[in-house]
């Protein structure tokens, strides 16, 4: 069974870079035909698709974050990772590992989120 | 970017009733590609149809999804106490995927 687990620091202030770590088990990210990726939720807001790698390490983000985004995987750890950069509060939100298959887009399978909220 | 418009964006009814929700896009989504999650309070969401029809493993034959093109559907056929939560629609098709706004399903 495929588990997914973020971590992370919860605190980041303003104009730093958010990391954070998705381990995975039951799945190998480096051979399973999937997708993993990211998504957010802003308090009371809805879900946003901030970007995925494949297993080729190619990478696919979204155009209003692309400028601050990467999204890379370390394969002998068999986890990948997000990290945004010149974070404001307006990047306050639910960070969720996802997996996909079928499009970079797809998100069937969820991490229970970590919280990152952006404060001095 | 695809926007999907969700209604209505909340419903009140009673266990046994049934429920339909509707997600509208901006553009025709790529292969029908429109899921639909269930999230709970504090939970991530869940996923529940994948290509517009296609229940995930595991879930309910109540839960039902049907449409093409920008126009989609959702159905619960008789409510369960367990399913009063939040009901979002993805398009996965282009990017950047997008999500609709959500219709919360409540308990009248």
């Known amino acids: 069974q495929v588990q997914m687990q973020e971590s992370g620091p919860g605190l980041v202030k303003p104009s730093e870079t958010l990391s954070l770590t998705c381990a995975v088990s039951g799945a190998s990210i480096s051979s399973t035909n999937c997708f993993w990726g990211w998504i957010r939720q802003s308090p009371g807001k809805a879900l946003e698709w901030i970007g995925s790698i494949y297993k080729s390490g190619s990478t696919y983000y979204n155009p209003s974050l692309k400028s601050r985004i990467t999204i890379s995987a370390d394969t002998s750890k068999n986890q990948f990772s997000l990290n945004l950069a010149s974070v404001t509060a307006a990047d306050t939100a639910v960070y969720f590992c996802?997996?996909?298959?079928?499009?970079?887009?797809?998100?069937?399978?969820w991490g229970q989120g970590t919280v990152v909220t952006v404060s001095s | 970017e695809i926007v999907l418009t969700q209604s209505p964006g909340s419903l009140s009814l009673s266990p046994g009733e049934g429920a339909t929700l509707s997600c509208r896009a901006s553009q025709i989504v790529t292969n029908n590609y429109l899921a639909w999650f269930q999230q709970k309070t504090g939970q991530a969401p869940r996923l529940l149809i994948y290509g517009a029809s296609n229940r995930d493993v595991g879930i309910p034959d109540r839960f039902s999804g049907s449409g093409s093109g920008t126009d989609f559907t959702f159905t619960i056929s008789r409510l369960e106490p367990e399913d009063f939560a939040v009901y979002y629609c993805q398009q996965y098709g282009s990017s950047p995927g997008t999500f609709g706004q959500g219709t919360k399903l409540e308990i009248k």
């Open positions: 996802v997996r996909g298959v079928s499009t970079p887009y797809a998100c069937g399978m």
